[in-house]
């Protein structure tokens, strides 16, 4: 019981420890001049739709949540943030050549269309993030258009 009560101990010290590690959050205080909404034409319903399904893991502003300021959630969700910026970044979009454009919109069409994204893991906890079918339609056919016009 006594080993019990010590590791206890250890491990709640450890947890008050690791809330001061410091972090870098993923946030801007604007929207840059390369970002996929500032170089296109983006009608408001899509471009509300990506804020709200996509940014917080595909851009350089994530809106936290509360459980953010906890550790080790927040080493989990900066992690997630990183890999999705790595695979796409929509703040950095007029920074990709024509050809790495079309191949993300593919990717971005495919994804969507199966329902791989938004990713469940996020949609659990952010329902708005759900597109329901008219806003899934309508995304699908802005993207698509817009990969058209790379095509040509």
């Given at each position: 019981?006594?080993?019990?009560k010590?590791?206890l101990?250890?491990?709640?010290?450890?947890?008050?420890?690791?809330?001061?590690?410091?972090?870098?959050?993923?946030?801007?205080?604007?929207?840059?001049?390369?970002?996929?909404?500032?170089?296109?034409?983006?009608?408001?319903?899509?471009?509300?739709?990506?804020?709200?399904?996509?940014?917080?893991?595909?851009?350089?502003?994530?809106?936290?949540?509360?459980?953010?300021?906890?550790?080790?959630?927040?080493?989990?969700?900066?992690?997630?943030?990183?890999?999705?910026?790595k695979?796409?970044?929509?703040?950095?979009?007029?920074?990709?050549?024509?050809?790495?454009?079309?191949?993300?919109?593919?990717?971005?069409?495919?994804?969507?269309?199966?329902?791989?994204?938004?990713?469940?893991?996020?949609?659990?906890?952010?329902?708005?993030?759900?597109?329901?079918?008219?806003?899934?339609?309508?995304?699908?056919?802005?993207?698509?258009?817009?990969?058209?016009?790379l095509?040509?």
């Open positions: 019981m006594k080993i019990l010590i590791t101990g250890v491990f709640l010290v450890i947890m008050l420890v690791v809330q001061f590690v410091p972090r870098h959050p993923n946030k801007s205080s604007e929207i840059p001049p390369t970002d996929f909404t500032k170089v296109n034409e983006v009608p408001q319903p899509v471009k509300g739709k990506l804020f709200e399904s996509c940014y917080d893991c595909h851009s350089n502003n994530t809106r936290y949540p509360w459980y953010n300021r906890v550790q080790p959630v927040a080493w989990f969700l900066d992690d997630h943030i990183t890999a999705g910026k695979e796409l970044n929509f703040s950095e979009w007029a920074n990709y050549s024509d050809r790495r454009k079309n191949s993300k919109l593919r990717s971005i069409i495919s994804q969507v269309e199966d329902g791989e994204m938004p990713l469940d893991s996020y949609t659990f906890l952010h329902k708005e993030a759900v597109f329901s079918e008219k806003e899934k339609k309508e995304f699908l056919d802005y993207m698509r258009r817009l990969k058209k016009g095509e040509l």
